[in-house]
T-cell receptor, first 109, second 115 residues
Framework: GQSLEQPSEVTAVEGAIVQINCTYQ??????LSWYQQHDGGAPTFLSY????GLEETGRFSSFLSRSDSYGYLLLQELQMKDSASYFC??????????FGKGTRLHILP | NAGVMQNPRHLVRRRGQEARLRCSPM?????VYWYRQLPEEGLKFMVY????????ESGMPKERFSAEFPKEGPSILRIQQVVRGDSAAYFC?????????????FGPGTRLTVL
């Protein structure tokens, strides 16, 4: 089976940097992805890591260490609009995604 | 290019009634996924379908729930004899059929309330 662990809530200040960690256990592994969901909205794709290392997309970066079954999402220059839930998700095969329970990010002005 | 469409956006049913949720994938997408999300919870995988085929239904409750993706028309998630515990947001996602990782694009969801 699969399981993912991520903090339930994180609080940060506008303009700061925040890191959301994710550890996983899975019987098969193709990659780790991150999705953002605003209250009442649909999840939207942020990033995907299949190989070890850091992937950067604008203010957001995602990191993966397959040997540690660990990844994180890094958000820089936080803006109030970044207040949302962030889900890490593992792909046990290339056509399936299993989501974690999500981390609710609160941003203080 | 329209995104994933779901309807209705909100659905209210009384216990014992049937709920039908519809999902039209993005143009060019042949894979459809259904997820259930309870308040303050993550997305729980229910079922994965391709046209006329159920590929993986390991997350579907064994009773009262069924899904289809016919050759023509939207994918349907059907819940028979609904109970209060079925109240949740149901999201549909679609993706392309290519090798490697395929980003899933989500619809706006159907919020089901069972009275």
């Amino acid at each position: 089976g699969q399981s993912l662990e991520q903090p339930s809530e994180v609080t940060a200040v506008e303009g700061a940097i925040v890191q959301i960690n994710c550890t996983y256990q899975t019987s098969g592994f193709y990659g780790l992805s991150w999705y953002q969901q605003h209250d009442g909205g649909a999840p939207t794709f942020l990033s995907y890591n299949a190989l070890d290392g850091l992937e950067e997309t604008g203010r957001f970066s995602s990191f993966l260490s397959r040997s540690d079954s660990y990844g994180y999402l890094l958000l820089q220059e936080l803006q109030m609009k970044d207040s949302a839930s962030y889900f890490c998700a593992v792909s046990p095969r290339d056509d399936k995604i299993i989501f974690g329970k999500g981390t609710r990010l609160h941003i203080l002005p | 290019n329209a995104g994933v469409m779901q309807n209705p956006r909100h659905l209210v049913r009384r216990r014992g009634q049937e709920a039908r949720l519809r999902c039209s994938p993005m143009k060019g997408h042949s894979h459809v996924y259904w997820y259930r999300q309870l308040p303050e919870e993550g997305l729980k995988f229910m079922v994965y379908l391709q046209k006329e085929n159920i590929i993986d239904e390991s997350g579907m409750p064994k009773e009262r729930f069924s899904a289809e993706f016919p050759k023509e028309g939207p994918s349907i998630l059907r819940i028979q004899q609904v109970v209060r515990g079925d109240s949740a947001a149901y999201f549909c996602a679609s993706s392309r059929q290519t090798s490697g990782y395929n980003e899933q694009f989500f619809g706006p969801g159907t919020r089901l309330t069972v009275l």
